[in-house]
């Protein structure tokens, strides 16, 4: 990203205006908390033109749930593909530059998990939006922790435990390689 700007790559965006993604800054002073990006109206309108299903809508702000360190609202969709849930971010990524075309100063929002594509998570200010695949949003549940309370009872080793899920396949490889301990090799190094 850098190279590329410093090579003048980016001379196209630069011309209309100045492209600050989040995580660069010019200060050295910490971030605050991005403009609100979009409406909670216009997310909902992205999401349903491209047909995402199973759309749930979490206050977490100030009055809401979890204290609203981080956003005012979560937003969870559901994508049928890895494709789909691609062009649910896409649509919701367009809509927010054609909201602040023609505007001095583009700021775009952080998005992760571009590139697997089960799970994207779009941070646009004060709503956090949530693309996942069916099954990665069975398995994630992310409903089931912006709903709860959280009780002053928990452990430290209770939330650890609840937090570190760890995929099926993968503990499935790990009794294969554990049954392969006595094997030998004629070439052990």
């Given amino acids: 990203m850098f190279s590329a700007v410093r090579s003048g790559a980016l001379g196209r965006w630069c011309s ?10 010019s200060t050295g002073a910490p971030p605050v908390r991005q ?34 360190s981080c956003a005012d609202y979560m937003v969870v969709a559901t994508g049928r593909s890895d494709w789909h849930v691609r062009n649910i ?17 583009i700021l775009m929002p952080s998005v992760e998990g571009q590139q697997a594509g089960k799970w994207i998570v779009i941070d646009s200010g ?4 949530h693309t996942l695949e069916e099954r990665a949003r069975e398995y994630y549940d992310l ?14 080793q209770e939330l ?3 937090l570190a899920k760890t995929p099926p396949w993968s503990i499935d490889l790990f009794t294969k390689l554990e049954s392969l301990k006595h094997v030998s090799y004629p070439h052990e190094f």
């Fill in 16 to 25: 209309r205006g100045t492209v600050l993604p989040r995580f660069l800054s």
């Fill in 35 to 68: 403009a609100q990006l979009l409406e909670l109206s216009e997310v909902e309108k992205v999401l349903s033109d491209v047909r995402a299903g199973d759309v749930r809508v979490f206050p977490v702000g100030e009055g809401g749930l979890h204290g609203g």
């Fill in 126 to 129: 004060s709503i956090v939006i």
């Fill in 160 to 162: 650890e435990t609840s």
């Fill in 89 to 105: 971010a896409q649509a919701l990524l367009y809509k927010i530059k054609q909201k602040q075309k023609g505007s001095d100063r």
């Fill in 143 to 156: 409903e089931s922790i912006w709903t709860k309370e959280v009780s002053p009872n928990i452990s430290v």
